[in-house]
């Protein structure tokens, strides 16, 4: 059973994460790459 502060969390993290992904992209001149919809739906 995952909690709500545990299910939070993960979307923080991963949202963290698509960001700097993004500006890491961005720096180089390239368009970030859309965020997998599978992992998004299992949360």
Same mark, same amino acid.
């Given at each position: ?11 923080? #993290?991963?949202?963290? @994460?698509? =960001?700097?992904?993004? +500006? ?6 390239? #368009?970030?790459?859309? @965020?997998? =919809?599978?992992?998004? +739906?299992?949360?």
């Amino acid at each position: 059973m995952i909690t709500s502060t545990t299910k939070r969390v993960v979307l923080l #993290a991963f949202a963290a @994460a698509v =960001a700097l992904n993004a +500006s890491a992209c961005i720096g180089k001149g390239k #368009a970030p790459p859309p @965020a997998p =919809a599978p992992v998004i +739906s299992k949360y």
